[in-house]
């Protein structure tokens, strides 16, 4: 077996072990939702569209509505690990708080914030960079992957580290769940790695319990809607339809959207992939079978799938866009809820890094 081969099929079987172990603790949630605290975040690099709506968010709600505490963060300062410039992060930062909120993550169960709002949370970056090697973190695949993407451009200390940063995320409130796809499981791997060393070094001795318990993922099915050209949906490629957009702007994208010359629609996303996802965006939004619906347009064409999926969504997402409209319209309530976020997750930080300091014997 060749390095590749047997890293890949390390992975699989992670990803095999990691996928059981996800239906296994949705059994616990059903059962007893209050076991467990949620950590999620994305970055406030633009507004959200529905390919992070099904990918992600609408997974978000129904974990929350189930009852688990959940800490949503906006993660500001992970928006300079690839990037040069901040870009007009406040604005996008409420308008990523108005994404949430008007896709059903209420503020009275789920606690939104910042990073940069939440210093203790960012001083944990100290310690946990003294558990790892720089040669960890030239492996993490993620980081491979981003650096591939940015080209050529010389590797920032922030981006070799920002996994670390990541740790201190899920670590410093102590989540025991992070719902991720697939490519995140390296940093979950990393986050346990280093919970675990902390102890192990600066543990303290006269507790049994450790300081950070070891977080687990939650697998949810990632990448299901594609983009109006088929592939990957992602705002750099300009192929999204935004959660906040009108129903006007989402039917003159979607008669943009790419389809085949076969008049005859069906649902096969090997063979056609573009036909194939807007059945199935239909479909997600309907709540029904992708077979059923590309059964039901038949001979209509891509024509006849067109207005079908354009109906889907504008109805689907007629309630969140006017929901979001009403909460851009105002922003003392969003200032509110973040600033309210904020004060919580600063209140389990601090408590956090007291334990952190205690531990190290740091406390003068
Ligand atoms: N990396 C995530 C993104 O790019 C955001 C994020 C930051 C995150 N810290 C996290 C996700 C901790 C899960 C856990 O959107």
């Known amino acids: 077996m060749s390095v590749t081969d047997e890293i890949s099929s390390d992975i699989d079987a992670s990803l095999a072990r990691s996928t059981a172990r996800s239906l296994e603790i949705e059994r616990q949630l059903a059962k007893d939702p209050s076991r467990f605290r949620i950590l999620t975040g994305d970055r406030p690099t633009g507004n959200l569209h529905i390919g992070h709506y099904f990918g992600s968010l609408e997974n978000r709600v129904r974990l929350a509505s ?24 406040r604005e996008r930062v409420y308008s990523l708080l108005a994404d949430y909120l008007a896709a059903g993550l209420d503020e009275e169960h789920v606690t939104f914030f910042t990073h940069s709002s939440v210093p203790a949370l960012n001083q944990l970056m100290l310690p946990f960079l003294s558990v790892v090697t720089d040669a960890e973190l030239r492996r993490n695949p993620t980081v491979k992957a981003e650096t591939d993407d940015t080209g050529d451009r010389p590797m920032s200390g922030l981006m070799l580290t920002y996994p670390v940063h990541q740790a201190a ?25 280093i919970a675990r060393r902390f ?48 129903a006007e702007q989402t039917a003159k994208l979607l008669k943009r959207a790419v389809t085949d010359s076969d008049r005859h629609i069906t649902y096969d996303p090997t063979n056609r992939p573009e036909v194939s996802n807007l059945v199935n965006l239909a479909a997600l939004c309907l709540d029904r079978e992708p077979v059923e619906i590309a059964e039901e347009i038949g001979d209509g064409g891509g024509g006849g799938l067109k207005k079908l999926v354009t109906e889907a969504v504008n109805e689907k997402f007629a309630p969140i866009r006017e929901r979001r409209a009403e909460l851009v319209a105002d922003p003392g309530h969003l200032r509110d809820v973040l600033a309210r976020g904020n004060a919580r997750a600063n209140d389990i930080a601090d408590q956090t890094l007291a334990e952190v300091r205690s531990a190290m014997k740091m406390m003068y």
Do not use: W
């Open 199 to 246: 102890d192990e070094r600066y543990g303290r001795a006269d507790e049994s319990r450790p300081v950070f318990p070891s977080p687990e993922a939650l697998l949810s099915k990632s990448g299901t809607v594609l983009g109006l050209d088929g592939t990957k949906m992602s705002k750099s490629k300009n192929n999204t339809i935004e959660i906040g957009m009108t």
């Open 66 to 89: 189930l009852g688990v505490e959940t800490m949503v963060l906006i993660a500001d300062y992970q928006v300079i690990t690839d990037r040069d410039g901040m870009g007009p992060i």
């Open 169 to 193: 995320d899920i670590l410093f409130c102590k989540a025991n769940l992070v719902p991720v796809g697939k490519d995140q499981l390296p940093h979950l791997e990393l986050a346990r790695v």
